[in-house]
């Protein structure tokens, strides 16, 4: 792929804007300046990277990305009262031209404005549907903050399954304990609307605070602070997925 090319699907511009930033003398490839917008570049190489006005970027053909989703913050592109989650990223990321037929870099799936957490983005169609179609169970864990203090029959409740307004089919916990006198783990393998708060609502509790820990096997990382994003990388995502590393597309570790 030429290198003009390679700025464009990482979301530098538009062809002419990469190739001039190119021409100008503001980007390396693989750590060597380089201002011929024709250079080849070998991005199926484990590890290719570039620079741009200073700053390192891997190649990443597709996006997978895990944000910690800050309380205060709308999960929509066009957000109401809130800042969208979106302004987290760095332009080049919501500037990525969309491949096939998404939409570019989304959220896989949301979090209320007021929930906090592990949210996963991505601009590869399969891995949204396969993460958040109920089909494929993947478990969400949820650490819940309760106004009122859980009790067994609470917890019973939910791992038994409970009925929400717009579904007579009940939804269940796959999983659900006291960890304290106000807090709950709770997990889930759907994703209706507030379904945690409707649920913890029906057995007779009210949800103080809410904030995912975990998808499927991968959890928020202890260093991530709200507010940052990182990669995921190909361990990372194999864990998502339930498949061995080796199995899955390059993706270096680097955090920007
Ligand atoms: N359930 C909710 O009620 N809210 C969330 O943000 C996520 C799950």
């Not at 066009?78 to 037929?101: E, F, H, M, V």
């Not at 590393?245 to 270096?252: I, S, V």
């Amino acid at each position: 792929m030429r290198l003009d090319e390679l700025l464009f699907t990482q979301g530098f511009g538009t062809r002419r804007v990469c190739a001039g930033l190119i021409q100008q003398g503001l980007v390396s490839m693989q750590g060597l300046p380089c201002d011929d917008p024709a250079t080849e570049c070998p991005v199926e190489g484990p590890a290719f990277n570039f620079t741009v006005q200073g700053q390192r970027w891997p190649y990443r053909r597709l996006a997978y990305l895990m944000l910690h989703k800050p309380a205060g913050t709308e999960c929509s592109q066009r957000p109401g009262a809130w800042p969208s989650i979106y302004t987290l990223l760095p332009a080049p990321l919501r500037q990525r031209p969309a491949p096939g037929k998404t939409q570019g870099v989304q959220a896989v799936g949301r979090l209320d404005q007021d929930t906090t957490g592990l949210l996963l983005l991505s601009d590869d169609g399969a891995f949204i549907h396969r993460m958040n179609s109920p089909r494929h169970h993947v478990p969400k864990v949820y650490e819940v903050t309760t106004r009122h203090p859980v009790e067994a029959r609470q917890i019973e409740q939910l791992l038994s399954g409970v009925v929400l307004m717009d579904d007579p089919q009940p939804v269940r916990a796959a999983a659900c304990e006291a960890v304290a006198e106000h807090r709950l783990l709770l997990t889930l393998t759907e994703g209706k609307y507030h379904q945690v708060k409707r649920m913890v609502a029906a057995v007779g509790n009210r949800v103080e605070a809410l904030h995912r820990s975990r998808i499927g096997g991968l959890a928020l990382p202890a260093d991530l602070a709200p507010g940052q994003w990182c990669w995921l990388d190909a361990e990372q995502l194999a864990r998502l997925q339930g498949k061995q590393a080796t199995a899955l597309p390059p993706a270096g570790n680097q955090r920007i």
